[in-house]
């Protein structure tokens, strides 16, 4: 596709409950990364790709947190037992080679609600 | 501890003025700096970079300077336009490490 594509937008969930949350790059990108901003802050990084593998999980919070990208195209974020405190808006970002001298390009996020 | 920040939460200039957006640092190991901006409702779009081998890029109307010894960057926005209002983020990288450490972003209001 032209751009980074994000599902669901808007996705609230009740305290307790499992999500996933998908992201489309754009085609051919190797790099794939998942970001997660609360409000009032930066982005704070979670995830990256390089193809099928994650080559960098060090951001992820805790167990309850999994990502995966099994074919390097789409990835996959998955929240188990969701906590009020997970709410904040998730990005993903792809780059050509995961390089950033050119900046990431971001989706438009997925806006989680945890109630 | 916030190892970038933007320490001006919101930023209001004319439209024509220039506008400058600060950002400071505390790891001496990050080595490559940008700068993004956001629109409500969108993701973060790439605005221009820096390398820490040099202290000044420019892309038309935006020009990044670099001083290394004070840890401290700025994006010069000139002239300033209605269409530059948004939310804009310093970012910074460490060699080897794709990881992105953001500040929290600073709101550039441009009045008419």
């Known amino acids: 596709g032209a751009g980074v594509s994000q599902t669901p937008s808007n996705k609230v969930t009740e305290k307790g409950k499992y999500v996933e949350l998908r992201c489309d790059p754009i085609?051919?990108?190797?790099?794939l990364y998942w970001y997660r901003q609360s409000l009032g802050q930066g982005p704070e990084f979670l995830i990256y790709f390089q193809g099928t593998g994650a080559a960098d999980d060090s951001g992820l919070p805790n167990d309850r947190f999994f990502a995966v990208r099994p074919e390097g195209s789409v990835s996959t974020l998955k929240i188990q037992r969701t906590e009020r405190g997970d709410s904040a808006v998730y990005l993903c970002a792809s780059s050509p080679t995961g390089a950033h001298n050119y900046g990431y390009t971001f989706g438009s996020g997925t806006r989680l609600t945890v109630v | 501890d916030q190892q970038v920040k933007q320490n001006s939460p919101s930023l209001s200039v004319q439209e024509g003025r220039i506008s400058i957006l600060n950002c400071d640092y505390t790891n001496s190991m990050f080595d490559y700096f940008l700068w993004y901006k956001k629109y409500p409702a969108e993701g973060p779009t790439f605005l221009i970079s820096?390398?820490?081998i040099k202290d000044k890029n420019e892309d038309g109307r935006f020009t990044v300077f670099l001083n290394k010894s004070a840890k401290h960057l700025s994006l010069h926005i000139v002239p300033s336009q209605p269409g530059d209002s948004a939310v804009y983020f310093c970012a910074a990288s460490a060699e080897s490490n794709y990881q992105l450490i953001w500040g929290a972003g600073t709101k550039l209001i441009i009045k008419p």
């Open positions: 820096i390398s820490s």
């Open positions: 085609s051919g990108h190797t790099a």
